[in-house]
Nanobody, 126 residues
């Protein structure tokens, strides 16, 4: 059974850093695409994705150069390092996974991945 659980959210000030973690179980990380999305209001947007088998890592334009996605195989987590945070990064962050490798493409468009975590809230104060 595929399960995802996000952690690491919190309240920070603009310019600070935060590291989100997504604990994964029930599947082999390397065989799936894993992505981070965020939701502000009704809209859910892609932030970053990684596909190990296809050697693909992509970021939304809004976070390029500030965020980094990585896999910790030993811990079986997918981490999102967020630096130089801005108030507009305030959102609930979700990790998601799917078997379709071609989902991880430029600018991480939204797609209804098969499996989602429950989210972790990030608030960036100005």
């Amino acid at each position: 059974q595929v399960q995802l659980a996000e952690s690491g959210g919190g309240l920070v000030q603009a310019g600070d850093s935060l590291r989100l973690s997504c604990a994964a179980s029930g599947f082999t990380l390397e065989d799936y695409v894993i992505a981070w999305f965020r939701q502000r209001g009704r809209e859910r947007e892609g932030v970053a994705c990684i596909s190990s088998n296809y050697g693909s890592i992509q970021y939304a334009d809004s976070v390029k150069g500030r965020f980094a996605i990585s896999i910790d195989g030993a811990k079986k987590t997918i981490d999102l390092q967020m630096n130089s945070l801005k108030p507009e990064d305030t959102a609930t962050y979700y990790c998601a996974t799917d078997e379709v490798p071609t989902l991880c493409i430029e600018n991480v468009p939204y797609y209804d991945y098969d499996y989602w975590g429950r989210g972790t809230q990030v608030i960036v104060s100005s």
